[in-house]
């Protein structure tokens, strides 16, 4: 059973293809705006319309096996942005028709879940899944994933991002501001703004970038990022401490922050739950977790449907197939 997982919500376009639940290939491009600007979700979507064929081909060598040995198709069909996401599921259904295969559309935040907890061999964690666009507290109950706490306006990524190109870096700026972080001496108070179990970032990134202009660049980065990263531990902290969860997976390309990696192993500890982060090529957006995730849904006997976009497509609307 080889099934090929086309992931293209954002930046990235990925094609994964994964032989039963083994991952045998995991290929990428991703689209690089131009300097002083975030993504435009045109160009993005031009860049994965021009890079498909290629990581294609790349994805089917990797793995080596041809188009025809394929069994099903996987896409991200949401959430994300409509024209990038448009790219995805055009390949995903002229593959399907093609090869007469069924066509599984998959939940973008949940295919992260998923691979994470494949890599990290954990059962049912408490997620933080952090990412460019999504910030989020999830975690299963029953047969749906529920959401604890979430951003109300920019995703944490989004927030590195935006107050990075304030400080004239360029993207990815998150990188960029946890390296400027490191040299960081003194805190200079920013908005905290947590509300109830949810979070907000505008605020923040407007006022980092105003005290910018009277401060240290070291020392603005790391009272941005101390900031951003206590109001995540605290919401997630409180959600640990009502689901009662074991284990906490920390996910999406913001994993990838060592200071992140550290607060949450530290609060995780207090806890006593294990701590996970996912090996860096599963954290950002990747084809082999739409694969991955189309395939062990399927396998669930879920019902291929007719598959559209879905840009909004919250990941506590999706039931998840139980075992029988
Ligand atoms: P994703 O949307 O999941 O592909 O993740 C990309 C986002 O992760 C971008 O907003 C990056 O700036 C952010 N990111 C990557 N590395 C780091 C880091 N070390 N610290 C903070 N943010 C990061
Ligand atoms: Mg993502």
Known sequence: MNCLGI????????????????????????????????IVPSEAAKHHSKTKKK????????????????DIVAVASGPGLPPCLLEG???????????????????????HIEIG??????KDPLVQYVSGGNTQIISQS???YRIYGETLDIGIGNAFDK????????????PKIMQLAKKGENYIPLPYTVK??????????????????????????????????????????RALAHTKKEELLLTGGVAANTRLQEMNQLMAKEHQADF?????????????????????????????????????????????????
Request: proline share 6%; with cysteine; net charge positive.
């Open 89 to 111: 599921v055009k390949l995903a259904k002229k593959l399907s028709n093609q090869l007469k295969i069924p066509l599984v559309p998959v939940n973008h935040c949940i295919a």
């Open 55 to 70: 990581v294609l081909e790349d994805a089917l060598k990797k793995a080596n096996i041809e188009k025809e040995d394929l």
């Open 196 to 237: 109830g179990m949810d979070l907000a970032f505008s605020g923040l990134v407007t006022e980092a970038t105003r005290k910018s202009e009277n401060a240290e660049k070291e020392d603005i980065a790391y009272s941005f990022q101390e900031t951003a990263l206590s109001m995540l531990i605290e919401v997630t902290e």
């Open 276 to 324: 996970y982060v996912p090996k860096r090529e599963y954290c950002g957006d990747n084809g082999a977790m739409i694969a991955y995730t189309g395939y062990i849904y399927r396998e669930k006997n879920q019902d291929p449907k007719e598959v559209d976009i879905n840009p909004t497509w919250r990941p506590n609307t999706y039931k998840i197939p139980l075992p029988k």
């Open 142 to 144: 029953g047969n749906l």
């Open 7 to 38: 992931e293209s919500t954002a930046h990235t376009l990925g094609i994964g293809i994964t032989k039963k639940e083994e991952v045998v290939a995991n290929e990428r491009s991703i689209y690089k705006p131009s300097p002083g600007k975030g």
């Open 117 to 122: 907890k494949k890599d990290c061999k954990s």
């Open 163 to 174: 107050f990075a190109r304030n400080l004239g870096l360029q993207m990815p700026g998150g």
